[in-house]
């Protein structure tokens, strides 16, 4: 069964921490993402990884860095936790070429919920 | 403006409703069509797909496209109170790496 496990689901960090959260996929995708999700405002892409020490911003990178050393594993880093990232954070993977037909389609995490006091 | 949108809802029906669900978009590169369905705190997973325009049904699901109007729909027959989530379209291009999303419709079924 297909799997992207998200290592946090809720954390709660202080202004100012460095966070990161973790992602790892069993599925040797190529592709892998980080979104936040926040009420009225849909998934954002912050990054988009589509191979090892290869990264691409999103729509939302400031503030955020992303690591991939390894083809399974994608991290989210915030060097600077503030307030407005306050959010429930979803990694994802996929194929390369995403169509939906055949298992080629996006596959989410349960998703972190990050709260920064 | 977005490139796709949405109704935020909530939509509220009793059970055994038909629900209906629509996305417009405005990039006529896209060529795939995706729904995903997110129940409350959990991470969309994918309900359904079609490729260009046209129907396409699975089980009580309905997926239509409209490409001429830039207009996608999702209709759910005899709703059920499970159905409750919030749906997700997604579109991507040929060959694309990354889904353009919806900002999704709250639905509800009560029973």
């Known amino acids: 069964d297909v799997k992207v496990t998200q290592s946090s689901r809720y954390l709660v960090k202080r202004t100012g921490e460095k966070v990161f959260l973790e992602c790892v996929q069993d599925m040797d995708h190529e592709n892998m993402f980080w979104y936040r999700q926040d009420p009225g405002l849909g998934l954002r892409l912050i990054y988009f990884?589509?191979?090892?020490?290869?990264?691409e911003k999103g729509d939302i990178p400031e503030g955020y860095s992303v690591s991939r050393e390894k083809k399974e594993r994608f991290s989210l880093i915030l060097e600077s936790a503030s307030t407005n990232q306050t959010s429930m954070y979803l990694c994802a993977s996929s194929p390369l070429g995403v169509t939906g037909a055949s298992g080629n389609t996006i596959y989410f995490g349960e998703g972190s919920w990050l709260t920064v006091v | 403006q977005k490139e796709v949108e949405q109704d935020p809802g909530p939509l509220s029906v009793p059970e055994g409703a038909i629900v209906s669900l629509n996305c417009t978009y405005s990039?006529?590169?896209?060529?795939?069509f995706m729904w995903y369905r997110q129940y409350s705190r959990k991470g969309p997973e994918l309900l359904m797909y079609t490729y260009s325009s046209g129907n396409k049904e699975d089980g009580r699901f309905t997926a239509q496209v409209d490409k001429s109007s830039k207009y996608i729909s999702l209709f759910i027959r005899d709703s059920q109170p499970s159905d409750s989530a919030t749906y997700l379209c997604a579109m991507n291009k040929a060959a694309g790496n990354k889904l353009t999303f919806g900002g999704g419709t709250r639905v509800l079924v009560k029973p």
């Open positions: 990884s589509y191979d090892v020490k290869m990264k």
């Open positions: 990039n006529s590169a896209f060529q795939y």
